[in-house]
């Protein structure tokens, strides 16, 4: 979805590097998210945002951090990158709704392998 | 620990054909049951979604069943094409607005 992009699109970085994904949206959504999703374990949340002050940790946090620059942009940092780092990243919005019923909009993807 | 166990892991059907993804989960406190599709080198998009108060919802040839008392929701896939090959993701959620995913299920339709 143009709405959600990301960047870079593939990386490919060293073990013990600090990387940056970085994820713009124009879709005005308050909520933002970041997974990485590895062959047979599907899509796990990283960290979330609810709002530009508000950051959860999700339930794989640990090596990452985040930063919510503005309500557009969410960034994920891998503070010194290891092999098991590497996987497909997404980041995803959504707009403030009721009972947990609105729809997530993923970004195309990141693809990150660390050496 | 995945709150929702999805199987199979893949599945190959005829065109034409009906396409069966289970999911199951623990949770009785989620709401929410989206399906999500993901062709290769996209993000996953919303499918079809279903709350706990009906038992089944259908949009076109893609039916959710839900099962309540066993803690189990299913996608159909009916007539499958070749166009709907990808993977297809069950997602549970709760009023927190965070979604806990399955593992994911590779679908191909043989032509």
């Known amino acids: 979805d143009a709405d959600v992009t990301q960047t870079p699109r593939n990386r490919i970085t060293k073990t013990g590097k600090r990387i940056m994904l970085e994820c713009s949206q124009t879709k005005g959504h308050d909520r933002m998210y970041w997974y990485r999703q590895d062959p047979g374990l599907g899509l796990r949340l990283i960290y979330y945002?609810?709002?530009?002050?508000?950051?959860n940790k999700g339930e794989i946090s640990d090596g990452y951090s985040v930063s919510r620059q503005a309500q557009a942009k969410f960034s994920l940092s891998l503070e010194s990158a290891i092999p098991n780092q590497t996987a497909l990243y997404f980041c995803?919005?959504?707009?403030?709704?009721?009972?947990?019923?609105?729809?997530?909009?993923f970004g195309p993807g990141t693809r990150l392998t660390v050496l | 620990q995945q709150q929702v166990k999805q199987s199979p892991q893949s599945l190959i059907v005829q065109k034409g054909g009906i396409s069966i993804i289970n999911c199951a989960y623990e949770n009785t406190a989620f709401d929410y049951f989206p399906w999500y599709q993901q062709f290769p080198g996209k993000g996953p998009a919303l499918l079809i979604a279903i709350r706990p108060d009906v038992s089944e919802k259908k949009e076109g040839r893609f039916t959710i069943s839900f099962n309540k008392s066993a803690k189990q929701f299913s996608l159909h896939i009916m007539d499958s094409q070749p166009g709907d090959s990808a993977t297809y993701f069950c997602?549970?959620?709760?009023?927190?607005?965070?979604?806990?995913f399955g593992a994911g299920t590779t679908v191909t339709v043989r032509a």
């Open positions: 995803a919005t959504s707009e403030t709704g009721s009972g947990g019923t609105d729809t997530q909009y």
């Open positions: 945002s609810f709002d530009v002050k508000d950051i």
């Open positions: 997602a549970a959620g709760k009023s927190d607005y965070k979604l806990s």
